[in-house]
């Protein structure tokens, strides 16, 4: 079957950096994406991976690696408005988003 | 204003009534897409279209039907509610049904009773 993995909750301190790990087993490969849901809202496109590599977007970054199945998102200077929960989501051989269940990110001051 | 309106934004709903959500998009993409979120859960495909006139099933589509008449809208009804439909339903839309980056409504939230 298709799986997702990523942790349920991280909390951290504002000012800091946070990396939020994505393991995948899928049916095929045609990309990592990752979202931004903040509470009662609707989630919202961050990055996108195909090739192996760190893509850096501002003060968040996202990181690939097709041979491992793992991925991770890396937030620099948090902000309180990063609390939020960070979706991972594969795009599989049909084309067909595969989502995990989501990260909550906690920002402490 | 450019993206996608979805409505009602929250309802509450008896046991075996009909519903429908609606879905207006106005940034001409091909695909549209339901998908419902519960707590714990990813977000679930209930069906899609990749583009007017064609539907798909996606990974929970029993209890629930749409419909895609042209480009801008993509309702999700539910002809009969049960209370395991109690969720926080999504519509989205992509420019392509080939990529991954969706925009989403802002969410309907039904509950069943």
């Known amino acids: 079957g298709q799986n997702i993995d990523q942790p349920t909750e991280m909390t951290a301190t504002e000012g800091a950096i946070v990396q939020i790990n994505c393991t995948y087993q899928?049916?095929?490969?045609?990309?990592l994406f990752w979202y931004q849901q903040h509470a009662g809202e609707a989630p919202t496109f961050l990055s996108y991976n195909v090739l192996d590599g760190l893509e850096e977007k501002g003060r968040f970054s996202s990181f690939l690696s097709r041979s491992k199945g793992y991925s991770y998102l890396l937030l620099k200077e948090l902000q309180m408005k990063d609390s939020a929960s960070y979706l991972c989501?594969?795009?599989?051989?049909?084309?067909?988003?595969?989502w995990g269940a989501g990260t909550k990110l906690i920002i402490k001051p | 204003i450019a993206g996608i309106t979805q409505a009602p934004t929250s309802q509450i709903l008896a046991a075996g009534r009909r519903m429908t959500l609606r879905c207006t998009q106005d940034m001409r993409h091909n695909a549209m897409y339901w998908y419902r979120q519960d707590l714990g859960l990813g977000l679930r495909l209930i069906h899609y279209s990749n583009t007017a006139g064609t539907t798909g099933k996606g990974e929970v589509p029993d209890g629930y039907s749409v419909s895609r008449a042209n480009t801008d809208d993509f309702p999700l009804t539910l002809a009969s509610a049960v209370p395991s439909q109690t969720s926080v339903y999504f519509c989205?839309?992509?420019?392509?049904?080939?990529?991954?980056?969706?925009?989403f409504g802002e969410g309907s939230r039904l509950t069943v009773l």
């Open positions: 989501a594969v795009l599989d051989s049909n084309y067909q988003l595969i």
């Open positions: 899928t049916s095929g490969f045609n990309g």
């Open positions: 989205a839309s992509s420019d392509s049904p080939d990529t991954g980056e969706l925009f």
